[in-house]
């Protein structure tokens, strides 16, 4: 089996539990961000805006395109700000699957 071939198949299985946790219809950065998120939160209380940015699934997203996928992920119900006091603080909420 060759490198390419194996990546494959990598991708594929991916994408099979991306279907199956219900992930399917997020962009590619939202699912990124998502999966930052729940890295993050997993540490922690709850993912914070400024280590989702650093974050090696996310920093090659450029902040504009961060921010809006951002916006849509707590439209969408998969992330939720924390508190009012805690500004840039999301809890993450399991995919609807």
Known sequence: MTRISK???LK??????EYSMGLEDLTTVE??????????????EGA???HMLEHVLVTNVSRPTFFRALKSLVNKGYLSNRDEA???????HKPYA
């Open 7 to 9: 990546l494959t198949e």
């Open 12 to 17: 594929k299985l991916m994408r099979g539990m």
């Open 31 to 44: 699912r990124d961000i998502y999966c930052a998120a729940s890295e993050l939160a997993a540490s922690s």
């Open 48 to 50: 914070e805006t400024v």
């Open 86 to 92: 805690c500004r840039g603080c999301y809890t993450v």
